[in-house]
């Protein structure tokens, strides 16, 4: 039975995509008119009631073998998730036609019972994300380990702490035998340092750094903070993070913060554990103003903490003198550091937070400056999360500005490592961007390397049959090192490039992937090549908010355009018209000869300039190497 809706076409779902809240959403689908059906209803639920509604679909037009039913739903009112699915009723049976799953959207199967839903994200559309930021492209730094200037200050380390004294060592855990760190490794980077070194980073064209956190704490990577007022004196003062703020801003570079707001550090002022802190911490007395912060199940040594590490206590959101320290107060975290002026953070497991605290965080941002920017750390699909039981409101509008787009990175690497083909990866992005508003899909971190994930180089490497000889891995891994990079750097969103791995660093798991950066002994082919690619998505605006059309001519191939026509881009700001298309054959051994469909005249390749192919018939054939990749560009 050739029944046909495809969630990717106007013709059956107009308009695609996440729809306005009380926006009106026209669905279509094609049922083969031999089946001598007596009627389609259309099934659709509200997400935040369960609510099952139905809607008979009307003929509207009767073609040679089939019949297409249609019919038009106003969505709620509400903000949420709508679910689809059609039911067909003939006079022999009762059939179902739904999506394959909730990963993967477009064109649906036939089904006996009741299936799985298409996905209507019903959003506000009177939010927006800011502008600047769909424009950015992002450079993280983990500032334990990026640079120092001068020796490091062994007074100003923790007291537990083991100092490096070669920039150049491996970094290493020091555990005792239930797998606790007892000793955390340092290197000494310091604010100063990156000061220091916003030439190199504007170099890479980046507008925004992402700081891991720099609050004070025991460890290495501070995610167990000890006071969210005070800078950790190992990195500097509060004076020289206003300066690195002054002097990014010179160079037109934002900086973001890491919030750390779902924990603290047991040695912290809050806590007190080990009664380091001149303060009446939790831990200590249950007449401590900070007790209700915490969960205890047994004072003093039985508490909840994060993922059980007793050394990250875990903080209750919906404790209200939290909420006051953190958001309302004077003096509150947000707030103070507002007056430092400091505008954007990522939030640390975004999922541990509840949607009330995080929407308070993010309408005290929006208060002071509109242009501020509050970015989640969630990994999966943010549309339609789940945490705790709870479906979270990420993107309907007033909660995040952007998520750290880990589906992306799975799905280039599962890519290259031959785990899927092209049209899969069509299928599942362009699912993400049906899912997400096009403010938010326009808006999410899109990177390949992070201090929570090995290092892209790793990865590749890991990817490759043990016995390719070592030049020929070198130059594979090479090749799509630039493929990919070149893939994130030209897509939608905000490519963030974590420190090092412009200069070649490598690195596993946790603390492999945090090495010290290599200042002195980067791979200069590859740095010069993120300098290229960051000036490419700078000088062309298209790569940054122009249109995005993918393709799949080949099961190894994957090709995405660029575009802005009319002088206006995707979200009707002036624009110069351009057109761009981005191609990756990841075959390791073939060279495969594609076509991809493309306005007339010549299209010029952008690293190497004399290479141009024209279009014929609306389409220009390519021959691809195995590893390569191109980026075109239509010349007028």
Not at 87 to 109: A, L, P, Q
Not at 451 to 479: G, W
């Amino acid at each position: 039975m050739d029944v046909y809706h495809n969630s990717f076409d106007s013709k059956y779902r107009e308009p695609f995509g996440a729809a306005p809240k009380g926006s009106n959403v026209t669905l279509t689908i094609d049922v083969p008119n031999r089946q001598h059906v007596s009627r389609v209803v259309l099934h659709y639920i509200y997400d935040k009631t369960d609510k099952e509604h139905t809607a008979e679909m009307d003929v509207y037009s009767e073609e040679h073998h089939y019949d297409s039913f249609e019919t038009t739903i106003t969505m709620p009112e509400q903000p949420q998730l709508v679910w689809y699915y059609f039911e067909i009723v003939t006079k022999d049976k009762t059939f179902y036609y739904g999506r394959v799953n909730i990963e993967e959207s477009g064109e649906g199967v036939l089904y006996e019972q009741v299936p799985p839903s298409w996905q209507i994200t019903v959003y506000d559309s009177s939010y927006d994300t800011p502008s600047w930021w769909r424009h950015a492209t992002m450079y993280q730094i983990f500032p334990d380990r990026f640079h120092r200037e001068g020796p490091p200050e062994l007074s100003k380390a923790p007291k537990t702490s083991l100092m490096h004294s070669h920039w150049e060592n491996d970094p290493y855990y020091i555990r005792d035998e239930d797998g606790g760190v007892v000793r955390w490794d340092f290197f000494g980077g310091t604010l100063q340092g990156i000061i220091s070194k916003l030439d190199y980073i504007q170099s890479l064209g980046t507008t925004v750094i992402y700081l891991n956190p720099i609050f004070e704490a025991e460890s290495n990577h501070r995610y167990d903070t000890g006071d969210y007022h005070k800078i950790d004196p190992l990195l500097g003062t509060k004076e020289d993070f206003e300066e690195l703020i002054d002097k990014a801003a010179e160079r037109g570079i934002e900086i973001m913060l890491d919030g750390v707001f779902s924990h603290t550090g047991s040695n912290s002022i809050y806590f007190n554990q080990r009664g380091e802190y001149d303060s009446l911490g939790a831990y200590q007395s249950k007449d401590s103003p900070y007790y209700p912060w915490y969960k205890f199940h047994k004072h003093p040594d039985e508490y909840e903490a994060w993922w059980g590490v007793g050394t990250l206590p875990t903080l209750n959101k919906e404790e209200k003198s939290y909420q006051n320290f953190l958001v309302h107060d004077e003096n509150s975290v947000i707030k103070a550091w507002q007056n430092s002026g400091l505008n954007h953070w990522r939030l640390d497991v975004a999922d541990e937070l509840t949607d009330d605290l995080i929407r308070q965080i993010y309408q005290q941002l929006k208060k002071k400056d509109k242009s501020s920017v509050l970015l989640g750390e969630v990994w999966e699909d943010a549309s339609n999360k789940s945490a705790y039981g709870k479906r979270r409101d990420y993107f309907l509008g007033g909660v995040l500005d952007s998520v750290m787009n880990y589906p992306l990175r799975d799905l280039m690497l599962g890519f290259v490592q031959g785990e899927v083909d092209a049209l899969y990866i069509d299928r599942r992005l362009q699912t993400l961007q049906e899912h997400y508003p096009k403010a938010y899909f326009y808006a999410l971190m899109n990177m390949l390397s992070s201090h929570d994930v090995e290092r892209v180089q790793t990865m590749l490497d890991s990817f490759l049959p043990e016995d390719m000889e070592q030049e020929k891995r070198e130059e594979t891994i090479y090749a799509q090192v630039k493929a990919l990079s070149l893939w994130l750097y030209v897509f939608p969103g905000i490519p963030s490039l974590y420190y090092g791995d412009e200069a070649g660093l490598t690195g596993g798991s946790d603390p492999d992937n945090r090495k010290p950066y290599p200042w002195g002994r980067e791979n200069e082919d590859l740095l010069s090549w993120y300098k290229t690619i960051g000036s490419w998505r700078k000088d062309h605006q298209a790569l940054r908010t122009g249109s995005w059309r993918a393709h799949a001519p080949h099961a190894d191939v994957y090709a995405f355009e660029r575009w802005i026509d009319n002088e206006v881009d995707y979200f009707g700001e002036k624009a110069p018209n351009e057109h761009l298309i981005y191609v990756f054959n990841r075959n390791l051994t073939d060279t495969i000869e594609i076509d991809i469909p493309a306005r007339r005249g010549k299209w010029q390749h952008m690293e190497n300039k004399k290479r141009v192919f024209q279009s014929k018939d609306d389409k220009i054939t390519l021959p691809l190497k195995p590893s390569e990749s191109m980026l075109l560009r239509h010349m007028h």
